[in-house]
Protein backbone atom coordinates (compact mmCIF):
# COMPACT_ATOMS: atom_id res chain seq x y z
CA UNK A 1 0.00 0.00 0.00
CA UNK A 2 1.15 2.97 -1.09
CA UNK A 3 1.83 5.75 2.55
CA UNK A 4 1.80 9.40 1.78
CA UNK A 5 3.96 11.94 4.20
CA UNK A 6 2.68 15.59 3.56
CA UNK A 7 4.86 18.65 4.20
CA UNK A 8 6.09 22.52 3.68
CA UNK A 9 2.67 23.90 5.41
CA UNK A 10 3.12 26.44 8.04
CA UNK A 11 2.05 30.15 9.22
CA UNK A 12 1.81 32.77 6.36
CA UNK A 13 0.29 36.21 6.34
CA UNK A 14 -2.46 36.54 3.84
CA UNK A 15 -0.72 37.53 0.29
CA UNK A 16 1.76 35.15 1.08
CA UNK A 17 2.93 31.95 -0.42
CA UNK A 18 3.85 28.22 0.34
CA UNK A 19 4.65 25.25 -1.24
CA UNK A 20 3.52 21.63 -0.06
CA UNK A 21 5.20 18.45 -1.00
CA UNK A 22 3.61 14.72 -0.76
CA UNK A 23 6.03 11.91 -0.80
CA UNK A 24 4.53 8.68 -1.61
CA UNK A 25 6.29 5.07 -0.94
CA UNK A 26 5.48 2.47 -3.46
CA UNK A 27 6.05 2.60 -7.15
CA UNK A 28 2.06 3.05 -8.23
CA UNK A 29 2.19 6.68 -7.44
CA UNK A 30 2.73 7.04 -11.15
CA UNK A 31 -0.09 5.67 -12.29
CA UNK A 32 -2.61 7.49 -10.35
CA UNK A 33 -3.93 10.52 -10.52
CA UNK A 34 -3.62 12.45 -7.76
CA UNK A 35 -5.11 15.21 -5.82
CA UNK A 36 -4.57 17.63 -2.80
CA UNK A 37 -7.87 17.98 0.01
CA UNK A 38 -8.19 20.28 2.45
CA UNK A 39 -10.13 20.52 5.44
CA UNK A 40 -10.87 23.15 8.35
CA UNK A 41 -12.35 22.73 11.44
CA UNK A 42 -15.76 21.65 11.61
CA UNK A 43 -15.68 21.47 7.60
CA UNK A 44 -15.93 18.17 5.83
CA UNK A 45 -12.31 17.42 3.56
CA UNK A 46 -12.49 18.94 0.06
CA UNK A 47 -10.80 18.30 -3.39
CA UNK A 48 -9.01 21.52 -4.42
CA UNK A 49 -6.66 20.33 -7.40
CA UNK A 50 -6.29 17.42 -9.20
CA UNK A 51 -3.60 16.25 -11.44
CA UNK A 52 -3.53 13.23 -13.79
CA UNK A 53 -1.09 10.51 -14.22
CA UNK A 54 -0.29 12.56 -17.78
CA UNK A 55 -0.48 15.86 -16.15
CA UNK A 56 -3.38 17.26 -16.94
CA UNK A 57 -4.37 19.54 -14.26
CA UNK A 58 -8.15 20.99 -12.40
CA UNK A 59 -9.16 23.49 -9.96
CA UNK A 60 -11.64 24.31 -7.31
CA UNK A 61 -13.35 27.61 -8.20
CA UNK A 62 -12.31 28.47 -4.70
CA UNK A 63 -8.10 28.65 -5.64
CA UNK A 64 -8.14 28.68 -9.69
CA UNK A 65 -5.43 30.72 -10.42
CA UNK A 66 -3.58 31.25 -7.39
CA UNK A 67 -2.79 27.71 -6.76
CA UNK A 68 -0.89 25.18 -8.85
CA UNK A 69 -0.68 21.59 -9.01
CA UNK A 70 2.49 19.24 -10.60
CA UNK A 71 4.43 16.58 -9.91
CA UNK A 72 7.56 14.58 -10.04
CA UNK A 73 6.86 10.76 -10.92
CA UNK A 74 10.37 10.23 -10.73
CA UNK A 75 10.92 11.59 -7.08
CA UNK A 76 7.34 9.97 -6.59
CA UNK A 77 6.49 13.15 -5.33
CA UNK A 78 3.52 15.69 -5.37
CA UNK A 79 3.27 19.46 -4.88
CA UNK A 80 1.06 22.51 -4.54
CA UNK A 81 2.49 25.57 -5.27
CA UNK A 82 0.07 27.99 -3.19
CA UNK A 83 0.24 31.76 -4.21
CA UNK A 84 -2.19 35.03 -3.20
CA UNK A 85 -2.57 32.92 0.10
CA UNK A 86 -6.37 34.04 1.60
CA UNK A 87 -6.93 33.61 5.18
CA UNK A 88 -10.15 31.58 4.33
CA UNK A 89 -7.24 28.69 3.04
CA UNK A 90 -6.50 28.77 6.31
CA UNK A 91 -7.39 24.27 6.52
CA UNK A 92 -4.83 21.07 6.86
CA UNK A 93 -4.04 19.61 3.76
CA UNK A 94 -3.86 16.37 2.53
CA UNK A 95 -2.95 14.42 -0.96
CA UNK A 96 -4.47 11.44 -2.44
CA UNK A 97 -5.95 9.44 -5.43
CA UNK A 98 -8.77 11.21 -7.24
CA UNK A 99 -10.73 9.85 -10.24
CA UNK A 100 -9.92 12.07 -13.01
CA UNK A 101 -10.91 14.61 -13.64
CA UNK A 102 -12.00 16.29 -10.58
CA UNK A 103 -13.78 13.31 -8.34
CA UNK A 104 -12.67 12.36 -4.80
CA UNK A 105 -11.28 8.75 -4.70
CA UNK A 106 -9.47 8.58 -1.94
CA UNK A 107 -8.67 5.39 -2.04
CA UNK A 108 -4.93 5.41 -0.13
CA UNK A 109 -4.59 6.20 3.41
CA UNK A 110 -4.84 8.95 4.48
CA UNK A 111 -1.00 10.89 5.49
CA UNK A 112 -0.82 12.80 8.62
CA UNK A 113 -1.56 16.01 6.24
CA UNK A 114 0.26 19.74 6.90
CA UNK A 115 -1.40 22.70 8.67
CA UNK A 116 -1.53 25.73 6.41
CA UNK A 117 -2.52 28.85 8.56
CA UNK A 118 -3.03 32.24 7.18
CA UNK A 119 -3.11 35.17 8.95
CA UNK A 120 -5.11 38.43 8.32
Known amino acids: QVQLVESGGGLVQAGGSLRLSCAAS????????MGWYRQSPGKQRKLVAAISSGGSTNYADSVKGRFTISRDNAKNTLYLQMNSLKPEDTAVYYC??????????????WGQGTQVTVSS
Open 96 to 109: NAVLPPFQVAASLD
Open 26 to 33: GSIFSDNA
